[in-house]
């Protein structure tokens, strides 16, 4: 069955940086787009970035562009979110989520890390 | 970006009944509408996706309608484990992808 597991969520500081990573198993990862999402009590669900199946291709929302960087290994199963320069408006529970193939939509979730920016 | 708005925020329901949840999109975004549910504490689970397919497992009771700008997701008899909240989300104008503000589905 599908899985997706993420780590490296924790406690920051403004301005400071932090890697997650999504580990993902019983599918063909290097087939499959990935996407980011994270959530906030105040403001709900919000896509944060995408990488295409072969990583050629990838967006950000605009809150996190110049900021965040998504990418990729195929080699061994695992999606990544490098962030930098941290706000505390980036503190929320960010889910990996894998995509439906043909179709756009988040048809895998992980259970969710918690990133809290605070100094 | 296509904004998405949910009503009511909160519905209050008694098990057994039905429950209607409404979606409604700044432009068309066709039939590119997916649904998710969300329990306390885990992650939102695909419920339906083309406006009114059911995604894998998900049982009967939960049906999808609309196009365009309007879009409905039933629950035709409320089970006990379908209190949660429910979010609307549009793949057709991306980037970015657009959830709405949910709607709460609590207990009566």
């Known amino acids: 069955q599908v899985q997706l597991v993420e780590s490296g969520g924790g406690v920051v500081q403004p301005g400071r940086s932090l890697r997650l990573s999504c580990a993902a198993s019983?599918?063909?990862?290097?087939?499959?787009?990935m996407y980011w999402v994270r959530q906030t009590p105040g403001k709900g669900l919000e896509w944060v970035a995408v990488i295409w199946y072969d990583g050629t291709n990838k967006y950000y929302a605009d809150s996190v562009n110049g900021r965040f960087t998504i990418s990729r290994d195929n080699s061994k199963n695992t999606l990544y979110l490098q962030m930098n320069s941290l706000r505390v408006e980036d503190t929320a529970v960010y889910y990996c989520?894998?995509?439906?193939?043909?179709?756009?939509?988040?048809?895998?979730w992980g259970q969710g890390t918690l990133v809290t920016v605070s100094s | 970006e296509v904004v998405m708005t949910q009503s009511p925020a909160t519905l209050s329901v008694s098990p057994g009944e039905r429950a209607i949840l409404s979606c409604r999109a700044s432009?068309?975004?066709?039939?590119?509408l997916a649904w998710y549910q969300q329990k306390p504490g885990q992650a939102p689970r695909l419920l339906i996706y083309?406006?009114?397919t059911r995604a894998t497992g998900i049982p009967a009771r939960f049906s999808g309608s609309g196009s365009g700008t309007e879009f409905t997701l039933t629950i035709s008899s409320l089970q006990s484990e379908d209190f949660a909240v429910y979010y609307c989300q549009q793949y057709d104008n991306w980037p970015p992808w657009t959830f709405g503000q949910g709607t709460k589905v609590e207990i009566k």
């Open positions: 989520a894998r995509d439906g193939g043909p179709t756009a939509i988040f048809e895998y």
């Open positions: 019983g599918f063909t990862f290097s087939s499959f787009g």
């Open positions: 083309g406006a009114s």
């Open positions: 432009q068309s975004v066709s039939s590119k």
